[in-house]
């Protein structure tokens, strides 16, 4: 159910996909950040470019409700959050190649290797991934931990599906929460970005 007072968006069902031109009053191209932290991100991405829609996804109820606490803040009709966990949402309730973008940083790394089978990004990750992009969709990662920087690399390096990309300038320079703090520290940002090849690639 779509409320424009709150930004959050009511779930009717998890079984079944969204409609995503029913969450938004424009129809525009939608990009997705899964796992979206306290929104200071999406929030600013949002606001910078009002000819696209963006949905947060967040487990979390504190962090969702920032989500919608910022966004209403500032003006946003082009923000909707979710509250479920991303790879659910991913495999279940995104519609079929319905974003242009997906955007994941800073995932938990689970460091320990016997919980590296819990990480967001894994062997079936591509192929959802794929599933859910548009041709030519892009996913952009960030990570401060090498370990699972580089498994991020290794499983989308072996998908015949997606080939290296850029991350455009302008949406580098946007930092994210954990960036805010990790960069004054000296902790040192690794991102990436695969894109959905097309037919003639």
């Not at 996913?139 to 599906?161: C, H, I, P, S």
Request: hydrophobic residues 40%.
């Amino acid at each position: 159910m779509l409320n424009l007072e709150n930004l959050v968006y009511d779930l009717s069902s998890v079984v079944e996909q969204l409609d995503a031109d029913k969450l938004f009053p424009k129809q525009q191209p939608l990009e997705v950040e899964l796992g979206c932290g306290d929104a200071s991100f999406l929030v600013d991405y949002a606001r910078r470019i009002p000819d696209r829609n963006f949905i947060g996804v967040e487990r979390l109820l504190g962090r969702i409700a920032k989500l919608d606490r910022k966004g209403r803040r500032a003006g946003l009709t082009n923000l909707r959050g979710v509250r479920i966990e991303s790879s659910y949402f991913l495999r279940y309730l995104l519609p079929t190649h319905s974003a242009s973008a997906l955007h994941i940083y800073f995932p938990d790394p689970w460091p320990k290797k016997r919980h590296h089978k819990y990480r967001l990004i894994n062997d079936e990750f591509p192929a959802l991934a794929r599933n859910a992009l548009v041709p030519g969709g892009v996913v952009y990662l960030r990570t401060d931990d090498a370990d699972y920087f580089a498994q991020m690399t290794e499983v989308f390096g072996a998908a015949k599906n997606f080939k290296k990309a850029e991350t455009p300038a302008a949406l580098a320079e946007l930092l994210t929460d954990f960036e805010k703090e990790f960069t004054p520290r000296g902790i040192k940002t690794l991102q990436t970005a695969y894109q959905v090849r097309m037919s003639n690639d």
